[in-house]
Structure formats: C-alpha cells, structure tokens
C-alpha cells in the first residue's frame, strides 16, 4: 500500500471529532498525511493532535454577519440580506477550492456533511463517509433510531416498525411537497447555512450549483434526514455487536469504537484535572464507587435534572459523583452540593470513566461507546433527542446498561437503578464479552483496511 495524503471534513461537533482525532491518529502511524477542514473552530482539539486545520469561514462570517443585522434592525429587517448571505453561500466554492489546493488522494467527510459532499463529488476524488451512529439504512425489520422500538418478534411488532419507517416517510415526503410553504423553511430561506445543511431545500439547491443529479446519488428514503448516498462507502464508527441484529448493505462497514484514550482536551484545564484526581483519590481512600453522570455538550442542560441526581447522593454519603456539565448548565444553580459531589463545566471523560462504576448519560453514541470501551454500566435517559432513543434501547436490549426515559428517572428509580447497576453480574460480564470484540476490531485494523482498501483501488 502506498501512504496517502488525506483530507477528513469533519462538522466538529466535539464528540465526534474526538473519534476523527482517534481514526487520524491511527492512520497517521500507518504513514498517512491527514489534513482536517471544519466549519467549525476546532483549531485547539485538532492542533492538540497533532493535525493541520482548514477553518472553512465563509459560513461563519455569514452568521456573525447576520446575526449583527438582526441585533441592529430586528428580524424582519434583517431577512433581505439573510437571503443574499445564504445564496452567496450557495454559489460558494470554498470546500471545492480547498480540497483542490491540497489534492489528496482520498476524502474521509463526515456523512452530515452534505455541502462537502455535493461540492467535492466533481473532483472524482475517492470517498469514504463517515458516521457515529448505528444502522442508518432501512432494512427488514430494523426500526428506524429515532425510536425505542425493538426488533420485532410478534406481527404487530413488525407492524408498528414498519409504520415508523412510513411515517418518517410521510413527514419528509410533505416536507418535501410544501417546499418553501412551512414556518421553518422560510426561516431557513431567510438566514445563512453551515456545512452540515440538514435542510433538504438548501441541499437541493447546492446540488444545482454544483450540477449534481441528487436522484443518481442520493437517497432520502431513509433514517439520516436530508438524504444517504448509498453508492459511496460508509464507515460506522461502532460495533456491529451492539446494534440490532439484521443484515447490513454491503457498502456499510462498522469499524468498531474508535477511541483514543490518551487524548488530553484542551477544555479540561489543569486546575480541573487536579480537582477531579483529588475527588478520585479520596474517593478510592473511602471505598466509595465512583458513579459518573454527563448529558454531553450538545444539549442545553437541565439543572433540574442534575439536581435529581445530587439529591441522591445527599443521602447516599457510600457513593460518589462526578457530574460533568459540558458548560451546558450553571453550577451554581445546582445549589450546595454535599462533599461526595464533585461538578465539572468540563470533565475528563475517559480518565473518569476509567474509575467509574456506572455512568449515567443521555443516550448520546460516543458516551455509549465509551461506557462500552472502559466496561462501564450506564442508566441512559433519553429526551428523545435525534438518535438517542435508539441508542439507548439498544444499550438495554443488549443488557449492557438501563434504559429510563427521562421523565420517569425519579430519584429512587435512580438510587434502585444505581444499586442494581452496582451489582449486576450479567451486565459485568456482557461488557466484558463486548469488550472483547471491541479490541478485536482495533487488533484486526478493521478501519485503517478500508482506507487502505479505497486507496488501492484507486492507486491501481
């Protein structure tokens, strides 16, 4: 095999980024060059790496642009110029013109990238999509991830998975019929667009720009709104162990979880890093299990639902929390916290879940792949929020965790959940029979041979 220059466009949401980091890192050792380009301003994590950066900044000056008008003149005012900011975004050739300028001989895009995607496909550039979730393709008897279906084992079952696929269908395909008639496509007609575009109008009009037949290379029949292109390869970044069993599409292949446990993030400064191993270390010295408890970084977060959780640890003085807020919640609106709770904006989440004896999470994939990783038991509490269903009740149909929807996760059904957690000899051992096959995936290489394998194709 002949080492390759990459470019990997990634959205730069930090979880998944932290995966792209991992993947980098890996195929950097095997000799590769990998070059980063984001719309978001993620210089610090990809610097830390070790990796260059491409900061793709039209679409944030459009914002910062917009955003100016609408604070000077109001929204109404404000929406001529919106118009004009997003159709020069549309005619843009700033993801084409880069990718060009460092000529590599293979894309790695991140598959919400939908721009990125529309605009390098003239390049004949080789391509591999990337993504963080499960199964995004229909397939019999599969549910679609934003539910908390089940594998269907009864007619009715296999009923109420079909009509959640048809739904969604029938949603996207008024979507799609109303065209610019809805509330929120004439917001988004009025204002600029990220890289991502999970709009399908604006997709549609990128791939006009850019004279794409969307009809020869994309699909919207399925989970991932706007659209899948079902003829370029797709990497999952998880274990096909963990998913529902069904039959994947050949062009799909789960590389297992990606993780990176000496990642440093620059978020976490010293002074709460010596925080968090004072915690620890005094935690340890009482014989105090260690539960850790994150609703990410994404969502905005709930201090009710934090304060649910300290208050059973206020009575619960054996046990011990980490809560890390993600900068999403105000630490002082938790209120006093007693001494075995320790809040975090930022915490360091792989050096926490490697002490941890349970976590409690979102539902979110990249902590779900972690918790997995470091053998941890996790109560997931989903709020419904894109593919955390899903994922959470694949964690519980697995029986790796629980899964609890947020609004029944009362501060007993979590002091219950937690004790059971803390004692589960199943869960213990299912994890580690995963944990098994997740280092099978690393030792086997699975993701570095399908880049190799694009390469070579190409290089042939």
């Known amino acids: ?21 991992a993947l980098a890192k890996r195929l950097r050792d095997d000799g590769h060059e990998v070059t980063f380009i984001t719309f978001r301003d993620v210089s610090a994590d990809v610097s830390q790496a070790g990796f260059d950066l491409v900061h793709l900044s039209r679409g944030d000056r459009a ?7 609408v604070e000077r003149r109001g929204k109404l005012r404000a929406t001529p110029l919106g118009i004009r900011l997003r159709s020069r975004l549309i005619g843009s050739t700033e993801v084409r013109d880069t990718v060009q300028q460092i000529r590599p001989d293979l894309l790695i895009i991140d598959a919400e990238m939908h721009a990125a995607i529309i605009a390098t496909r003239a390049l004949c550039v080789p391509t591999v999509l ?15 991830m934003h539910t908390n279906l089940r594998p269907p084992e009864t007619t009715l079952d296999r009923l109420r998975v079909e009509a959640a696929w048809e739904w969604e269908l029938v949603k996207r395909f008024a979507d799609r019929q109303l065209g610019w008639l809805s509330a929120p496509a004439l917001r988004q007609a009025a204002r600029p667009f990220h890289l991502n575009t999970p709009n399908i109008r604006t997709v549609r009009a990128l791939a ?14 399925h989970w991932m709104a706007p659209y899948v292109y079902p003829d370029i390869p797709l990497m999952t970044f998880t274990a096909h ?17 990606v993780i990176d446990e000496q990642r440093r993030e620059p978020l976490v400064t010293d002074v709460t890093r010596t925080r968090w ?6 935690a340890k010295a009482d014989g105090r299990p260690l539960i850790y408890a994150s609703m990410g970084s994404l969502q905005t977060g709930d201090a009710g639902f934090y304060q649910r959780i300290v208050s059973v640890f206020t009575r619960r003085k054996e046990w011990a929390l980490v809560l890390g807020l993600g900068a999403q919640a105000d630490i002082g609106a938790l209120g006093e916290l007693p001494d075995n709770v320790l809040a975090l904006e930022y915490a360091p989440q792989l050096e926490v879940l490697d002490s941890a004896a349970v976590a409690i999470h979102h ?62 000899r199943t869960i213990a051992g299912n994890l580690s029979q995963l944990r ?21 194709q190409h290089q042939a």
């Open 241 to 257: 162990e963990m998913d529902f069993p069904h039959e994947r599409p050949a062009m799909v292949t789960s590389v297992g979880v």
């Open 63 to 69: 914002f910062a642009t917009f955003r100016s008008e």
């Open 130 to 144: 990337a993504i963080p979730w499960f199964s995004t393709f229909r397939a019999p008897g599969l549910p679609p």
């Open 363 to 424: 539902g979110g994939i990249g902590t779900i792949n972690e918790c997995a990783w470091f053998e941890v038991p996790s109560i997931a509490s989903s709020s419904g929020f894109v593919d955390e269903p899903g994922t959470a009740t694949r964690l519980d149909y697995h029986g790796l965790g629980l899964s609890i929807d947020d609004a029944d996760l009362t501060p007993q059904t979590l002091d219950s959940s937690i004790e059971r957690l803390l004692s589960d």
């Open 277 to 282: 191993q004072s915690f620890r270390d005094r």
């Open 1 to 21: 095999m002949c080492m390759a220059r990459l470019v990997y466009v990634a959205h730069g949401l930090r979880g998944s980024l932290y995966t792209s980091l």
């Open 208 to 221: 006009r720009f850019h004279n794409v037949d969307l009809s020869t290379i994309a699909s919207w029949r």
């Open 436 to 456: 098994t096959r997740l280092t099978a995936y690393r030792t086997d290489r699975i993701a570095e041979k399908l880049i190799a394998d694009q390469i070579d």
